[in-house]
T-cell receptor, first 116, second 109 residues
Framework: KAGVTQTPRYLIKTRGQQVTLSCSPI?????VSWYQQTPGQGLQFLFE???????NKGNFPGRFSGRQFSNSRSEMNVSTLELGDSALYLC???????????????FGAGSRLTVL | GQNIDQPTEMTATEGAIVQINCTYQ??????LFWYQQHAGEAPTFLSY????GLEEKGRFSSFLSRSKGYSYLLLKELQMKDSASYLC??????????FGAGTQVVVTP
């Protein structure tokens, strides 16, 4: 079956702009999580969506937002971009069993954002 | 809160064994995960431990001691393709999977 698909793979923006990233989870997976990965900070949790509702949120400013659609596809948006937002943004989906298996995340290849 | 510590980098030669340690402090325990991430690629799931002891999967094994807040990933018969970052991760009490900074394993000929 198809894996987690993220688009776009690469993008360059300038400070002050906004960006929208898209994620299509594995078919049947209803939970989608977003992470920011930078060399200095590693993988930092942004938020998790399940059945179109934000279920968990990390410690990021309000400029970072997301949503999930009825088909489980998810988008994240970053407004008023800053240089420090340059990172690899990873989306991961999981099967919502509610038990330990719920946390076996399958990651997409990521969207690499460069802010100039 | 969550605190996950692992070494930054380890180097070993082909055919050798490397043990990557991970210590964690969690407000609740719901298992310990290991992921592998090759440069420029997505992290991929390696193992999950929820009970104490050793779980073996081919050349890779993972160990957990809940009382010590300690886990390790053991890579045997190292191959060049094992050069990657290895990420230790644990869910917090809200179910969010929190990752350590990763251990870069460099395999030399």
């Amino acid at each position: 079956k198809a894996g987690v698909t993220q688009t776009p793979r690469y993008l360059i923006k300038t400070r002050g702009q906004q960006v929208t990233l898209s994620c299509s989870p594995i078919s049947g997976h209803r939970s989608v999580s977003w992470y920011q990965q930078t060399p200095g900070q590693g993988l930092q949790f942004l938020f998790e969506y399940f059945s179109e509702t934000q279920r968990n949120k990390g410690n990021f400013p309000g400029r970072f937002s997301g949503r999930q659609f009825s088909n489980s596809r998810s988008e994240m948006n970053v407004s008023t971009l800053e240089l420090g937002d340059s990172a690899l943004y990873l989306c991961a989906s999981s099967f919502p069993s509610g038990g330990p298996g719920a946390n076996v995340l399958t990651f997409g290849a990521g969207s690499r954002l460069t802010v100039l | 809160g969550q605190n996950i510590d692992q070494p930054t980098e380890m180097t070993a030669t082909e055919g050798a064994i490397v043990q990557i340690n991970c210590t964690y402090q969690t407000s609740g325990f719901n298992g310990l995960f290991w992921y592998q991430q090759h440069a420029g690629e997505a992290p991929t799931f390696l193992s999950y431990n929820v009970l104490d002891g050793l779980e073996e999967k081919g050349r890779f094994s993972s160990f957990l001691s809940r009382s010590k807040g300690y886990s390790y990933l053991l890579l045997k018969e190292l191959q060049m393709k094992d050069s990657a970052s290895y990420l230790c991760a644990a869910p917090d009490s809200w179910g969010k999977l929190q990752f350590g900074a990763g251990t870069q394993v460099v395999v030399t000929p």
